[in-house]
């Protein structure tokens, strides 16, 4: 997820799924950044947990995906639905007229990902790199800075609640304002309507 940096759990899934069933609700998945995983627990998509729900009705179930992470290409604007339900596919294929993809992009990236000596060796160097936040969580621990723990995604979510004067959103605001005079482009946890002030999302894919 972002911001969090963490990957939901099968149980979690297994519990969406089945409350999506019950209530008759459609549950897009937005599966971005399944191929950053770096460490335990490795990904769980929930296509795999509906191949064990017999009772899922897959009509209510669409994921969402995009190289932008993957390849670092966000400018080229190409995602995939991939959905169980036929209206769904259908209305896809018809809204992409919209967004069309130019053919140079489309015949670049297929032979990218038609070459699957690149594609293993680039999700294996792109997990290295991910797996290099620790470079970062380390250095910010030494100086009694913690971040929760993540296994994924080109973000760490970083604890500042320490460092605030008081619990409030006027004071991350306030803190906030200092990093930034110091040139240091982070977001503040108030962005990602998180309850407790104090946290903050550093990208350090950039880095
Ligand atoms: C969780 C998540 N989903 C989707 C997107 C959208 O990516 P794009 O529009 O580049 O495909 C982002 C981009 O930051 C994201 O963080």
């Not at 990902?113 to 680039?122: A, H, N, P, V």
């Not at 906030?176 to 946290?199: A, Q």
Request: net charge negative; charged share 25%; with cysteine.
């Amino acid at each position: 997820s972002n911001p969090l940096g963490t990957t939901m759990d099968r149980e979690t899934l297994e519990t969406l799924v089945s409350f999506v069933n019950e209530k008759r609700m459609h549950l897009v998945c937005d599966e971005i950044f399944s191929g950053t995983v770096f460490d335990k627990p490795s990904y769980v998509s929930v296509s795999e947990v509906i191949e064990d729900e017999p009772y899922c009705d897959r009509d209510l179930i669409h994921i969402a995906y995009s190289l932008s992470k993957n390849l670092g290409v966000p400018g080229f604007r190409l995602g995939v639905i991939y959905s169980y339900n036929d209206a769904v596919v259908s209305c896809a294929r018809k809204m992409s007229s919209f967004g069309l993809v130019s053919s140079q992009t489309q015949h670049l990236l297929a032979s990218m990902l038609g070459d699957e000596e690149f594609t293993t060796s680039f999700l294996a160097t792109s997990r290295t790199g991910c797996a290099a936040r620790r470079v970062f969580t380390d250095g910010l621990k030494r100086v009694g800075i913690h971040c929760l723990d993540g296994n994924a995604g080109l973000f760490c979510w970083m604890d500042l609640r320490p460092l605030l004067k008081e619990a409030t959103v006027e004071a991350e605001l306030r803190l906030w304002r200092v990093i930034n005079d110091v040139k240091l482009n982070i977001s503040r946890g108030r962005f990602f309507h998180c309850s407790e002030p104090g946290w903050f999302r550093v990208c350090f894919a950039n880095m």
